[in-house]
């Protein structure tokens, strides 16, 4: 049997060549011969009458013959690895046959008389940064080195061959604006390539977002020429803001469909389809979802929120069902495992594993367990709320608030003056801690203050949506159905943080809190 190994496989060929020699006795296949392919550094050759060319053989197994297939139109004779091809009485196209000792055959494709230089492509069109094959299909040539080129302005557009033997180009559009590449072949016969470069298309993460009232929705641009703005068509029904770069905020202004046209510096323009509704329902996570919120801005965490020691957490809720012993019977609201975390627990002298009740945990910052006395029951929706005061000391530290009413603790423990330094952009979850724990059901809101709340300020917002800017507002998210299926709730505060869902949010749970007109 005989295995015939391609040019790729040469490299790894000769490094195994002793193995294989020394080996033979021990092949299951006596008589196997390993081959490799016959390759010629011409195997397109283009001649004039009364003309010659050389082709050297680069890659084969030795002991050559050659025979043309048509005399007439060119001959063929060979002198150790080197072939010699000679014009024959006619003009046309012949082939010749190229035999290795072992019987590995390669053709060499023969066009004799004179031609017109061809390209495949005369026109090319293509935007900035994309590439183009380009080949030169027919002229006076057999070798690269018999082919030159020359572009007209290398700024616009950049070429380079890509084979050793073979008249292949790639072109790259480098910047937009038109250029000529023009070949020459070895008889002066040219052909020109017109070439345009484009400016690059603008592409978005989403051409027909939907948005709720009073919500928001990310829109990131892809792809284009840099220096984007957007406007909308009806600035009454969508209000924009930009992000970053790239980024942009499409917030909910009334209920409606408007255009919103994204361009940028290169004068390229797209517009996308925007839908505001009114929404009436809030993402129900059941007992697999939650949300992870990294806080990232520009790229990297958020200095600013690694070290916070006065915070408060807002969130409104509706759990389903009460989690069980394999997760610890602890239904999660909001925080850090284990550093500043607003959950559901059972009473910690756990007499009564059905009554569940708010609580803040911190065990590594000083042991902390605060829990309020008013039970958490099942499909009821709850405003609920944690503060910590860095200003004050002792128990005054802490306070927790169910629907906007100051908790009598039922119990506490630990050292809250430890509790200080909350790193929020390590390892923060809506609905989850510990990796399960889920809150089983519904979430409304969710907001972020490194401020602490007065009793009187719990009291008047608690239950309703803020849509406006606060002073020590850093995230406030609505999980509502306005962008319809989606994986990611932006913040309507300032730095737009993301939470993002574990899988896309595709159930939805009434809220009465949401209005309807």
């Known amino acids: 049997m005989k295995r015939i190994y391609t040019y790729m496989g040469l490299l790894l060929l000769s490094v195994l060549s002793f193995t294989l020699i020394s080996c033979g006795d021990d092949d299951d296949n006596e008589g196997a011969k390993d081959l490799i392919e016959v390759i010629v550094n011409k195997p397109v050759v283009r001649i004039g009458q009364n003309e010659e060319v050389k082709v050297n053989v680069v890659v084969g197994n030795g002991n050559y013959s050659v025979k043309s297939f048509n005399t007439a139109i060119a001959t063929a004779s060979v002198s150790g690895e080197q072939i010699t091809i000679k014009s024959g009485s006619l003009n046309g196209a012949t082939t010749v046959e190229v035999m290795d000792g072992e019987g590995v055959v390669a053709d060499i494709s023969v066009n004799v008389g004179v031609f017109e230089l061809e390209v495949n492509e005369p026109q090319v069109t293509l935007e900035v940064g994309d590439e183009k094959d380009l080949i030169v299909s027919m002229g006076n040539f057999s070798s690269n080195d018999e082919l030159s080129f020359s572009v007209e302005d290398e700024t616009v557009v950049g070429m380079v061959n890509t084979d050793q033997f073979r008249p292949f180009y790639k072109l790259t559009g480098l910047k937009s604006g038109h250029s000529t590449i023009t070949f020459t072949d070895h008889k002066g016969k040219q052909a020109v390539v017109s070439v345009t470069v484009n400016p690059i298309s603008i592409d978005v993460s989403n051409l027909t977002p939907r948005v709720g009232v009073n919500n928001k929705v990310m829109i990131t641009v892809e792809k284009g020429n840099g220096g984007y703005a957007l406007t909308a068509e009806n600035d009454e029904i969508v209000g924009i803001q930009q992000v970053d770069d790239t980024r942009f905020n499409l917030i909910g202004k009334k209920a409606g469909v408007t255009t919103v046209y994204v361009r940028d510096q290169a004068g390229q323009e797209l517009s996308l389809t925007v839908t505001v509704v009114l929404a009436d ?72 594993t059905e009554s569940r009740y708010l609580q803040l945990a911190a065990d590594d910052k000083g042991k902390i367990r605060y829990e309020g006395s008013t039970k958490i029951e099942t499909n009821k929706w709850y405003d609920v709320a944690v503060v910590l005061d860095d200003s004050k000391s002792g128990s005054d530290r802490i306070a927790l608030y169910v629907n906007g009413v100051k908790e009598t603790l039922q119990y506490s423990s630990g050292t809250p003056d430890d509790l200080k330094n909350i790193n929020l952009t390590s390892n923060f979850y809506i609905g989850q801690s510990d990796s399960k724990r889920r809150l089983n059901g519904a979430i409304s809101y969710a907001r972020i203050w490194t401020k602490a709340l007065t009793e009187q300020q719990i009291a008047d917002q608690s239950g309703k949506i803020l849509n406006e800017e606060a002073e020590g507002m850093i995230a406030n998210w609505l999980f509502n159905n306005g962008n319809g299926n989606t994986k990611s709730f932006v913040s309507l505060a300032e730095k737009s943080f993301e939470a993002e869902a574990g899988s896309v949010v595709s159930t939805w749970k009434a809220d009465p809190i949401l209005t309807v007109e």
């Open 281 to 352: 329902k809030v993402a129900n996570l059941g007992s697999s979802n939650y949300f992870h919120v990294p806080f990232m801005y520009n790229g990297v965490a958020d200095e600013s929120l690694k070290s916070v020691s006065t915070i408060t957490f807002e969130a409104r809720f509706n759990m389903e069902s009460l989690n069980g012993s394999g997760d610890a019977r602890i239904n999660t609201v909001m925080g850090i495992e284990k550093n500043f975390l607003l959950r559901v627990d059972v009473h910690k002298d756990d007499s009564d």
